[in-house]
C-alpha cells in the first residue's frame, strides 16, 4: 500500500488493520528499545522495582520519539519541528504501551526480581511486549482514521 492511498483512506475513516500494525511496530521499536534498556539497566544496577520502571518509561519515550524525528528530520523539517511532529505522532500510542507492558511486568510474580539471567524476566517483558503490540493496534487504527497519532508523521514520508 502506498503512502498516498492510505493517507486518502485515513481521512475516509477506512484506516487499515496493515497500515495499524505498521505504525504499532514502529511506535513498538522504539519503546521496545527503551523498555528493555530501562529494564536491563533497572534490575542490573538493582533499582527498587518502582525505579526501574520509571526508567524504563523515560528512556521508552526517549527511544519512540527518537526514531520518529529520525525519520522527519530526513525531510529536511526543523529540529523544533520535528520534535512537534513525534510528540502528537507517539505520545498515546507510547502511553497506552508503556501502561500495558509495565502492568505485565509488575503484575507477574516475581518477574520484576527475577534477575537478567532468569527466563522469567525475559519471557515477561517478551510477553509484556507482545502484549502491547496486540492491544495498541486497535487503538492506533482508531486514531490513523481520525487523523491523529501516526497519521501526521504521513506528511513527511
Not at 493517507?7 to 523498555?35: K, N, Y
Not at 522495582?49 to 519512540?64: D, E, M, R, Y
Not at 526480581?113 to 522469567?120: H, R
Request: glycine share 10%; charged share 10%.
Amino acid at each position: 500500500m502506498d503512502h498516498a492511498h492510505a493517507h486518502h483512506g485515513d481521512h475516509a475513516g477506512h484506516t487499515s488493520w496493515r497500515m495499524a500494525a505498521q505504525a504499532t511496530l514502529h511506535c513498538l521499536t522504539g519503546c521496545a528499545i527503551g523498555e528493555i534498556l530501562g529494564m536491563v539497566i533497572g534490575t542490573a544496577a538493582g533499582l527498587h522495582n518502582g525505579a526501574t520502571v520509571a526508567l524504563s518509561i523515560a528512556l521508552a519515550f526517549v527511544f519512540g520519539y527518537a526514531l520518529t524525528m529520525r525519520g522527519v528530520l530526513k525531510a529536511d523539517v526543523p529540529l523544533r519541528q520535528a520534535l512537534k511532529v513525534a510528540l502528537a505522532a507517539d505520545t498515546l500510542s507510547i502511553a497506552v504501551m508503556e501502561i500495558i507492558d509495565n502492568t505485565v511486568m509488575v503484575t507477574i510474580p516475581g518477574a520484576m526480581d527475577a534477575g537478567l539471567s532468569s527466563l522469567l524476566f525475559w519471557g515477561a517483558l517478551a510477553g509484556s511486549l507482545a502484549l502491547a503490540f496486540v492491544i495498541t493496534t486497535p487503538f492506533n487504527r482508531w486514531m490513523i482514521g481520525r487523523g491523529k497519532g501516526h497519521a501526521v508523521v504521513h506528511a513527511y514520508h
